[in-house]
């Protein structure tokens, strides 16, 4: 009866060919498996086949649930910030988040020398977290540089120390959980995929928070550029247009940011400089801007600096950004590739209350003539235009080559002074060649204030030998790092006991720094009594409106802790800089 004793999966009916070949389709594979589990495990899969199916469908429902109800609980339970990389918000919270406790002990993270690693090369930031006087101050001490073996070794100290900069570290792709304030934080990096330029750049965090109130949020952001713009103080800040790579858009990249200049630095008719800057105070105060808008006038403001170069035309928009606390908007016309697309991209995304100076602005080529210009100093050609004198544009037009790439004179004047520019900037233009300008650049609403940079005259000559020998403060050596930690050492500890007594050592220090410094009050006190005298030799010497406040600045430079010597030899460099300015316009003949 051994037929009776028959295995019953094999006299259970199979799968139809087209079952089977559904199957197949489905689940790749699903023959030979099939085959393996009949033939070497005795197990035949169609037996569970509706078990697994109705696993299957029970794993996409729980999936899909789950993913419906964590989608629920984001959009009504869960407040979320979006940080875009192209918002300088991304650069603050960076920074921030380089600085919290918490990075130091997680293990995903991002290191570099920058909170953003997607600054551009020109940007020189690192001194934000290098106390300047940390290695130098000690070397400010008396006897400590007077001798060349003295500064073989600090300047071997300042080579190996630069050659390390400050890590910072900062979250890697992903999500990160992090407290702030007793509240569990999430923050997620994401970054699409691919292989477009385009995708390495875009970048997004999203700052997360149990709850609806996002006020914790807000708090976040707020300390993240509290932190930032302290980091500044006081002083001005410098952007300039940059784009990522070729073909992109510009954008305002910032680039450094530099103590303030004193105005009383720029070698300038006294007059002049307050008038430049009782203008600017006017065009700022509130009520200007309501006088402007119940008028219907454009709120803007332009000036002119001209003169030779090296007169102090830059230098005096620097040093009233830094007196009014604006920041520095630099802008280069001569690039080929900036147009005029860009130039009112940017021009658009400027704050309301800043500075935007364009440097040189006759050598861009494109504000000398209304037609088409080629300029060949800049090796490109440029197209100008303006909507005033369509017929003047036709008939150049007509003779001249084709337009390139560039920003026409047109397209400057819109973004100037169009119907749809920017309001509340000031607009500062600096030029060598006044003359060369086109006279719609220069007219009333877009250069609203010409003020002329001449050679030095005596005074100036005057102040500027005042400037470069009186006294600063931090000249002395009792300002010295070293000093201020003997200082800071007599200091109460934290628990309120004061600290032991010097050591032998330390207390020499003391008095080597007390004697140093009244020898250097004894050397300032005789130094200032004749500063003014020496000026006044120093001018009758160098005659008035000849040289450049940069040519005179130059050569006191090479005499700066000596003002008897620069006298000395003031009568032969003043002979030497004729010969040479003699021999250049002769060449140039």
Same mark, same amino acid.
């Given at each position: 009866?051994?037929?009776?004793?028959?295995?019953?999966?094999?006299?259970?009916?199979? +799968?139809?060919?087209?079952?089977?070949?559904?199957?197949?389709?489905? !689940?790749?594979?699903?023959?030979?498996?099939?085959?393996?589990? !009949?033939?070497?495990?005795?197990?035949?899969?169609?037996?569970?086949?509706?078990?697994?199916?109705?696993?299957?469908?029970?794993?996409?429902?729980?999936?899909?649930?789950? #993913?419906?109800?964590?989608?629920?609980?984001?959009?009504?339970?869960?407040?979320?910030?979006?940080?875009?990389?192209?918002?300088?918000?991304?650069?603050?919270?960076?920074?921030?988040? %380089?600085?919290?406790?918490?990075?130091?002990?997680?293990?995903?993270?991002?290191?570099?020398?920058?909170?953003?690693?997607?600054?551009?090369?020109?940007?020189?930031?690192?001194?934000?977290?290098?106390?300047?006087?940390?290695?130098? @101050?000690?070397? =400010?001490?008396?006897?400590?540089?007077?001798?060349? =073996?003295?500064?073989?070794?600090?300047?071997?100290?300042?080579?190996?120390?630069?050659?390390?900069?400050? #890590?910072?570290?900062?979250?890697?792709?992903? %999500?990160?959980?992090?407290?702030?304030?007793?509240?569990?934080?999430?923050?997620?990096?994401?970054?699409?995929?691919?292989?477009?330029?385009?995708?390495?750049?875009?970048?997004?965090?999203?700052?997360?928070?149990?709850?609806?109130?996002?006020?914790? +949020?807000?708090?976040?952001?707020?300390?993240?550029?509290?932190?930032?713009?302290?980091?500044?103080?006081?002083?001005?800040?410098?952007?300039? @247009?940059?784009?990522?790579?070729?073909?992109?858009?510009?954008?305002?990249?910032?680039?450094?940011?530099?103590?303030?200049?004193?105005?009383?630095?720029?070698?300038?008719?006294?007059?002049?400089?307050?008038?430049?800057?009782?203008?600017?105070?006017?065009? #700022?105060?509130?009520?200007?801007?309501?006088?402007?808008?119940?008028?219907?006038?454009?709120?803007?403001?332009?000036?002119?600096?001209?003169?030779?170069?090296?007169?102090?035309?830059?230098?005096?928009?620097?040093?009233?950004?830094?007196?009014?606390?604006?920041?520095?908007?630099?802008?280069?016309?001569?690039?080929?590739?900036?147009?005029?697309?860009?130039?009112?991209?940017?021009?658009?995304?400027?704050?309301?209350?800043?500075?935007?100076?364009?440097?040189?602005?006759?050598?861009?080529?494109?504000?000398?003539?209304?037609?088409?210009?080629?300029?060949?100093?800049?090796? %490109?050609?440029?197209?100008?235009?303006?909507?005033?004198?369509?017929?003047?544009?036709?008939?150049?037009?007509?003779?001249?080559?084709?337009?390139?790439?560039?920003?026409?004179?047109?397209?400057?004047?819109?973004?100037?002074?169009? !119907?749809?520019?920017?309001?509340?900037?000031?607009?500062?233009?600096?030029?060598?060649?006044?003359?060369?300008?086109?006279?719609?650049?220069?007219?009333?609403?877009?250069?609203?204030?010409?003020?002329?940079?001449?050679?030095?005259?005596?005074?100036?000559?005057?102040?500027?030998?005042?400037?470069?020998?009186?006294?600063?403060?931090? =000249?002395?050596?009792?300002? %010295?790092?070293?000093?201020?930690?003997?200082?800071?050492?007599?200091?109460?500890?934290?628990?309120?006991?004061?600290?032991?007594?010097?050591?032998?050592?330390?207390?020499?220090?003391?008095? #080597?720094?007390?004697?140093?410094?009244?020898?250097?009050?004894?050397?300032?006190?005789?130094?200032?009594?004749?500063?003014?005298?020496?000026?006044?030799?120093?001018?009758?010497?160098?005659?008035?409106?000849?040289?450049?406040?940069?040519?005179?600045?130059?050569? +006191?430079?090479?005499?700066?802790?000596?003002?008897?010597?620069?006298?000395?030899?003031?009568?032969?460099? !003043?002979?030497?800089?004729?010969?040479?300015?003699?021999?250049?316009?002769?060449?140039?003949?």
């Amino acid at each position: 009866m051994e037929f009776n004793n028959t295995n019953p999966s094999t006299t259970r009916p199979g +799968l139809s060919s087209s079952d089977s070949a559904m199957l197949e389709v489905l !689940v790749p594979g699903y023959t030979l498996i099939s085959r393996f589990l !009949v033939s070497y495990l005795h197990i035949d899969p169609t037996i569970y086949l509706q078990q697994l199916v109705l696993l299957a469908l029970l794993g996409a429902a729980v999936r899909y649930i789950s #993913l419906y109800i964590v989608d629920l609980v984001k959009e009504y339970f869960v407040s979320t910030a979006e940080i875009r990389l192209d918002d300088e918000v991304f650069t603050y919270f960076m920074y921030w988040m %380089s600085r919290q406790p918490h990075m130091k002990r997680t293990n995903r993270f991002v290191a570099g020398v920058k909170a953003n690693g997607y600054q551009s090369e020109e940007e020189d930031e690192d001194e934000d977290d290098v106390n300047p006087d940390k290695s130098e @101050g000690e070397w =400010d001490e008396p006897g400590s540089s007077e001798s060349a =073996d003295d500064f073989d070794e600090y300047w071997a100290k300042v080579v190996s120390r630069d050659k390390y900069k400050p #890590l910072r570290f900062t979250p890697s792709q992903g %999500s990160h959980v992090f407290w702030y304030k007793n509240r569990p934080l999430m923050l997620q990096r994401q970054k699409e995929d691919g292989n477009n330029r385009m995708v390495l750049i875009n970048e997004r965090l999203y700052l997360s928070c149990l709850g609806r109130d996002a006020s914790i +949020l807000r708090d976040v952001l707020n300390e993240a550029q509290e932190a930032y713009v302290q980091r500044d103080g006081n002083r001005t800040i410098i952007y300039r @247009g940059h784009r990522y790579y070729s073909g992109s858009s510009w954008y305002w990249n910032r680039c450094m940011a530099r103590s303030p200049r004193p105005l009383s630095t720029v070698v300038l008719d006294v007059e002049q400089k307050q008038d430049f800057i009782d203008d600017i105070k006017e065009y #700022l105060h509130p009520r200007t801007r309501r006088w402007y808008s119940n008028r219907g006038i454009p709120y803007r403001r332009g000036y002119l600096l001209h003169g030779p170069p090296g007169t102090g035309k830059t230098s005096l928009c620097f040093a009233a950004a830094g007196l009014l606390g604006l920041k520095l908007y630099l802008l280069n016309l001569n690039s080929k590739a900036l147009d005029e697309d860009n130039l009112s991209s940017l021009f658009s995304e400027l704050p309301q209350r800043c500075i935007v100076l364009l440097e040189d602005i006759d050598t861009a080529g494109i504000t000398k003539s209304r037609g088409k210009t080629v300029v060949t100093n800049v090796k %490109s050609e440029d197209e100008t235009g303006d909507d005033f004198e369509i017929e003047e544009i036709d008939k150049i037009g007509a003779e001249e080559p084709a337009k390139a790439d560039g920003i026409t004179l047109s397209g400057l004047l819109n973004v100037i002074d169009g !119907v749809a520019a920017s309001e509340g900037r000031i607009l500062v233009m600096t030029s060598n060649h006044p003359d060369q300008l086109d006279a719609a650049l220069l007219r009333p609403g877009r250069v609203d204030m010409s003020i002329e940079f001449r050679y030095a005259s005596s005074e100036a000559i005057e102040e500027l030998f005042t400037a470069i020998y009186a006294t600063m403060e931090g =000249d002395s050596p009792q300002t %010295s790092a070293s000093s201020r930690r003997l200082t800071n050492g007599n200091a109460k500890q934290p628990n309120g006991r004061t600290p032991s007594p010097p050591n032998m050592k330390r207390t020499k220090s003391q008095e #080597l720094n007390e004697k140093a410094e009244k020898e250097h009050k004894d050397r300032v006190a005789s130094l200032q009594a004749r500063v003014s005298a020496l000026a006044k030799q120093f001018a009758s010497i160098v005659p008035a409106a000849e040289f450049t406040a940069a040519e005179i600045q130059g050569y +006191l430079l090479n005499h700066k802790s000596t003002p008897e010597a620069a006298i000395k030899g003031a009568e032969t460099w !003043v002979q030497n800089l004729r010969e040479k300015k003699k021999a250049r316009e002769e060449k140039s003949a």
